[in-house]
C-alpha cells in the first residue's frame, strides 16, 4: 500500500470527525491533529496508522484498567536486561541518592532531578499490568511521579510534540506523544508494591505508561526530552521497536 493509501486511512476518519469535506484538507488537519504516527512509514503503516489516528479521536482520556490489591501478582515476570556496568554498581551502593533524570530539550526550565526531588514533586500510585509484546503479563502497583508534574515544573514549550525518554543503555529508549505524556497514569515510578522500585523492575526510575505495552516502559531512566520531531532520534521512527516490527504506538 502506497503511503498516500495509507494515510487515506486515517484521514478518511478525519474528514467525519471533523465534518470537513475534502481529502486533501483531511490530510493536512490529520497530520496537524497529530492522527499519524511517527512510523507510519513502516511495514506496518497502515494498520498503526489507523489504530493511533482512531485511539487518538476516540479514547485520548480513556484509563487503563487498575486492579484491586488482591490481583497483585505474588511473583511479577522479571524480563531484566541490564545495562548494570560498575557505574550503576557503585549508584546502587551509594543508595541510587545521585541517580540524576535530565529534563532537557523543549522546555523553559531544564532541570536535574534526583529521586528524591521527584517525591517532593508529586506522587501517585496505580495498581496495573505490565503487558509483554511477547504474551506474559503481571499485575503490580506502581507508585511515582506523574510525567505531567515533571512538565509543567520543567515549563513544557507548546511546540514540543513529542517526550523521549531513555535509559544510559543506547538501545533502550522510546517516546510519547503529549496526550500520552500528560496523561494522569504515565508516572516516573520509583516505587512498587507499597516498597522502593527494585532494580530488576527498573530502579531507581522507571517510566510507566499502563496504556501501552511493556516495551514502552523504560527501565533505569536517566533523561527525559521534549522535541517537536522524532526525525533526530534513532533512525527516526520514535522508538527502536518499529525496526524490530513492532509498532511506535502500542495501545492496549
Ligand atoms: N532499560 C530497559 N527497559 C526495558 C526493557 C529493557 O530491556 N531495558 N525491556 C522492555 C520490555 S520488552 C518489557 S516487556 C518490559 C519488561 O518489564 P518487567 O521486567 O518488569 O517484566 O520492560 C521494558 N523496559
Ligand atoms: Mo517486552
Redesign the pocket.
Known sequence: MSPISRRKLITGGAVTAAGIAGLAAADRIAARYGLIPPDAGTLYGAGETLNYGVQRLLARHAMAREFSRSMISKTP?????S?HGPWFKQAQADGFRNWKLQVDGLVARPTTFTVADLQALGRSSQITE?M??EGWSYIAEWIGTPLGAVLRETGVLPQARYIVYF?P?PD?WDSLDMNEARHPQTLLTWGMNDGDLPVG??GPLRMRVPRQL??K????VSRVTAAESLKGFGDGEGSPAPAGGYAWYAGI
Open positions: 515476570f522479571l524480563n531484566e536486561v545495562p505490565v509483554c509484546e535509559s543503555d533502550q523492575f527498573g511493556g516495551y516502559n523504560i527501565k533505569w
